[in-house]
C-alpha cells in the first residue's frame, strides 16, 4: 500500500464507540436504565467487569463454604481476566475444550470437566453469541454447581430483551466494551452478595479529570489520530496479558452518571458492517451457523478461516490497509503471557480450542466503520478465502 495513502486513510481501532458525555440526574440508575432489563433481580455495580465476576465466584464460595478446594470452569479459549478473577476468589481454574469449530464448550469435555469440586461454570457470550446455558443445566447439578454467564462482550440490544437462566450475569463498562465508560462492572443475581460496595463519591476535580480522559479517548478513535498508537512499536495495543486482580471496588460516581446515556446511544448504533459481513462472509466462516442463530448484536464480527496460514495472511493484508483486524487473544488460555499453568487444572485435550486461536480473526464493526472499510475488507477476503460450500 502507498504510504501516502496509508497516513491518509489512517488505521480503524480494532472495537470502541465514543463515549456519550451527557449526565443524567435524578434517580439511582439501577431504578432506570438497568434495573428495567433485569427486573426482580439484584444488581451489584463495581469498578470492573473483573471485579463483578470476582464478586459472583465470592458469593458461590460464601453459600459451598464446606467445598475446601472450590473450582471453577473455564473455555480453554478466554480472556485472562476468568483467570485472574478466579484466582482472586480463591477457585481454582479448569480448562475445557472447545466444540469443534466453535467458540463454546465440547458437552462431553465439559461432562468430564466436572468433580466434587466444581462450585462454578463460566459461560462465555463470545463477542455477542451466547453459550447454550440450557445444555449446559442438562449436565450439571443445579445444586451443586452454579452457571456464571459472562456478558463482558456483549450487552442487552433493547429493553426486554434480556432473558437467561444462569445463576448470574455478570457485564462490563471498560474500554471497547458495548456500553464504554472506560470502566465498571455490573453483577446480576437473585440475592445480595456478603460482600457489599458502597457507591463512591467522587471530587469535582475526579470527575474533570475523568471526563477529560473520555474526551481525549473519543478523539483517539479517530483514524488518523489512532494511526500514531498503532504504528508505535513502543506501544503494544490489543496485547493478550495476565494481570493480578488485586481488589473489588465500587463504580465511580461519575462513571455512574454516564451509563444511561451511554445505554441508550449503544442501542442507537446501527449494524450496517455486521449485516453486510453476515452475508457476504457466510460461506467462508466456519462460525456461519453460529451467527445465523443468533440476532444478538455483536461486538466485533468473528471469523474462522480454513487455516493459521489463511489467518495469518488476511491479517497482515487487512492491517496492511488500517482495517482493524485481529487475532483477539491469539492463543489457548494457559499459553497466555503471565499466566501461571501450574495453579490450572487441565480437564483432558484442547485441540479444538487450538485450533479455534490459531484460525481466528476479528473484523471491527464499532460506528467509524464505513462503507469504504466495508468494501476493502470483504475485498481483500474474498481475495484470499476459498469459500467452504
Not at 478473577?85 to 463454546?104: K, R
Not at 462450585?119 to 449436565?139: H, K, Q, T, W
Not at 486461536?357 to 469504504?372: S, W
Amino acid at each position: 500500500m502507498d504510504p501516502v495513502r496509508s497516513l491518509i486513510r489512517g488505521v480503524l481501532p480494532p472495537t470502541g464507540n465514543r463515549i456519550a458525555l451527557s449526565v443524567e440526574g435524578g434517580p439511582a440508575l439501577e431504578r432506570r436504565a438497568a434495573q428495567s432489563l433485569f427486573p426482580g433481580k439484584v444488581l451489584s455495580w463495581v469498578d470492573s467487569g473483573t471485579s463483578a465476576l470476582a464478586l459472583a465466584l465470592l458469593d458461590i464460595r460464601h453459600r459451598r463454604q464446606a467445598v475446601p478446594a472450590p473450582e471453577v470452569i473455564i473455555p480453554a479459549y478466554c480472556c485472562p481476566d476468568l483467570v485472574s478473577a478466579a484466582f482472586y476468589a480463591g477457585f481454582t481454574p479448569v480448562i475445557c475444550d472447545l466444540a469443534q469449530n466453535s467458540c463454546h464448550y465440547d458437552q462431553k469435555a465439559l461432562k468430564n470437566a466436572l468433580s466434587n469440586n466444581t462450585l462454578a461454570i463460566i459461560a462465555v457470550n463470545f463477542l455477542g453469541l451466547p453459550e447454550s446455558i440450557d445444555s449446559i443445566r442438562r449436565i450439571v447439578n443445579p445444586k451443586l454447581t452454579a452457571i456464571i454467564e459472562d456478558n463482558a462482550q456483549w450487552f442487552p440490544n433493547r429493553p426486554g430483551a434480556q432473558r437467561t437462566t444462569s445463576d448470574y450475569q455478570t457485564f462490563s463498562f471498560g474500554r471497547g466494551k458495548p456500553v464504554n465508560l472506560l470502566g465498571g462492572g455490573l453483577m446480576v443475581s437473585n440475592t445480595s452478595p456478603p460482600l457489599e460496595t458502597a457507591r463512591r463519591a467522587s471530587s469535582f476535580t475526579k470527575r474533570c479529570l475523568y471526563y477529560g480522559k473520555c474526551a481525549a479517548y473519543n478523539a483517539l478513535l479517530r483514524p488518523s489520530l489512532y494511526q500514531a498508537l498503532a504504528r508505535n512499536p513502543l506501544f503494544k495495543l490489543g496485547e493478550t496479558r495476565y494481570h493480578e486482580h488485586l481488589a473489588i471496588r465500587a463504580l465511580p460516581a461519575g462513571q455512574s452518571k454516564l451509563l444511561t446515556a451511554n445505554i441508550q446511544t449503544y442501542w442507537s448504533h446501527e449494524r450496517v458492517a455486521e449485516k453486510r459481513y453476515r452475508t457476504r462472509l457466510s460461506t467462508i466462516n466456519a462460525l456461519s451457523s453460529l451467527i445465523d442463530a443468533s440476532n444478538e448484536r455483536l461486538l466485533r464480527y468473528p471469523l474462522l478461516v480454513e487455516s493459521q496460514k489463511t489467518r495469518d495472511t488476511l491479517i497482515q493484508k487487512l492491517n496492511e490497509e488500517g482495517l482493524g483486524s485481529t487475532k483477539l487473544y491469539g492463543d489457548t488460555i494457559d499459553r497466555v503471557d503471565g499466566v501461571l499453568t501450574d495453579r490450572l487444572r487441565k480437564a483432558g485435550g484442547k485441540t479444538n480450542a487450538a485450533s479455534f486461536a490459531q484460525r481466528f480473526l476479528t473484523l471491527p464493526l464499532h460506528e467509524g466503520v464505513k462503507q469504504h472499510h466495508i468494501d476493502r475488507t470483504v475485498a481483500i477476503i474474498e481475495s484470499v478465502v476459498t469459500p467452504t460450500e
